[in-house]
């Protein structure tokens, strides 16, 4: 029975090392596999205690998730992404859960160091008292585990569901475009802006880049970026919706013409 208990607090372990290891990522893009195994690797030398510490309050949560500290170490020169999955209780059941999950802690303690000095197994009413003291800590390792496989299952369903989004169009657009899925533009971060400024860093002359030798740069070099995806009706709207650039217009052979050049901050 003691074998018994503690092959399930160690099914427990492994279980509980893996949802702490990948309930969250944020990183470079690019990075984002070596920081994964960055976090499998750190949990696994962790004790239960630890573990559990780990576990409340950043996966088990009360009431609403936190979206915090996921930019930590994220540079604003590559594109990068951050994701966290959370189990949100109310707080009644947020502290129960929390007291439950210490409880556990120390009754794992207890089996490990200090089963023998609790009960005289050298006697009969002694091990009827330990066999009897297994049973209920059986049950209760099994209860725990059983609730920790569900919380495990519901954080599989959420991975599997943002992994659907990553492959979707909606994501690319977010993410390449800065197009969020209810439509609103993040201008500073969409495709056509880095598209504008990349035709500027090839053209600008004195620091101004005609809006029309800009357009063709775009055309060959980003043919999927045009005014429309945005809402746009031309690039000088797109220009001038951005706030991203200054417009201004010049006499050039008689013509006027469009030029733009990145805002000073």
């Not at 089996?111 to 197994?121: A, S, T």
């Not at 390792?141 to 909606?170: K, N, P, T, Y």
């Not at 357009?215 to 220009?239: F, M, N, T």
Request: with cysteine; proline share 2%.
């Amino acid at each position: 029975m003691l074998g018994r208990c503690l092959l399930r607090l160690q099914q427990y372990e492994h279980l509980i090392k893996a949802i702490v290891a990948h309930h969250e990522i944020a990183g470079p893009a690019n990075s984002l596999e070596s920081i994964r195994a960055e976090r499998v690797a750190e949990t696994a030398s962790k004790t239960l205690g630890t573990l559990v510490g780990q576990l409340i309050g950043s996966y088990v949560v009360a009431d609403a998730a936190d979206a915090s500290d996921l930019s930590a170490g994220v540079s604003d020169n590559v594109i990068s992404f951050g994701m966290r999955m959370q189990l949100s209780l109310s707080a009644e059941d947020y502290a129960r859960t929390e007291n439950e999950l210490k409880e556990l802690v120390l009754l794992r303690n207890n089996l490990v160091h200090h089963f023998i000095d609790q009960h005289n197994l050298w006697s009969e009413d002694g091990c009827r008292s330990a066999h009897d003291a297994l049973v209920t800590a059986s049950s209760r390792i099994d209860q725990h585990f059983e609730q920790l496989r569900g919380w495990a299952e519901h954080m599989e369903q959420a991975r599997q569901l943002a992994a659907e989004f990553v492959r979707s169009d909606a994501f690319h657009d977010f993410v390449v475009n800065g197009i969020a899925p209810d439509g609103t533009i993040d201008w500073p971060a969409a495709g056509v802006v880095r598209a504008l400024r990349e035709a500027a860093e090839e053209l600008a002359i004195d620091g101004w880049t005609p809006v029309a030798a800009a357009v063709r740069w775009i055309a060959e070099h980003h043919p999927d970026q045009l005014p429309a995806k945005y809402g746009c009706s031309s690039w000088r709207q797109v220009v001038h919706e951005s706030r991203v650039f200054e417009l201004r217009y010049r006499e050039v052979d008689r013509q006027r013409a469009a030029w733009y050049r990145l805002k000073e901050a």
